[in-house]
């Protein structure tokens, strides 16, 4: 579980992060310095919690192992395999599921902006 969260609040902080990044970036030189500094203060805020949940996912990580040399202590070879498989798989499954999701959202927005045009 705990997991779960860490790599979600990592990829909802990343994408916010480079949404951030990505409106500095599209702001012109006539665009109100009030907004600039309000930009790059939210992209420190949100650089500074990406590192924060990074160090999460590194102690989620050192539990990780914990838990697993416990389990590896009572289960058979084969079901520790699966165990491990599982383990690796899960963050890997989760990133994608919320990459996919990204992805959809973006192919709503934009058949919305062209039902918009027309």
Known sequence: GDLDKVVNLLLSLS???ARVE???????????DEDKVALQEKQRLL???????????EHVGRREEAVG??????????HLQDYQHFVKMKSALIAEQREL???IKLGQEQLRCLRESL
Do not use: N
């Open 15 to 17: 994408g916010r992060l």
């Open 22 to 32: 990505t409106a500095l970036d599209s702001l012109g030189p006539h665009a109100p």
């Open 47 to 57: 650089a500074e919690q990406l590192e924060d949940a990074k160090e999460l996912k």
């Open 69 to 78: 040399a416990m389990v590896a202590r009572y289960l058979p070879t084969e």
């Open 101 to 103: 999701e990204e992805k």
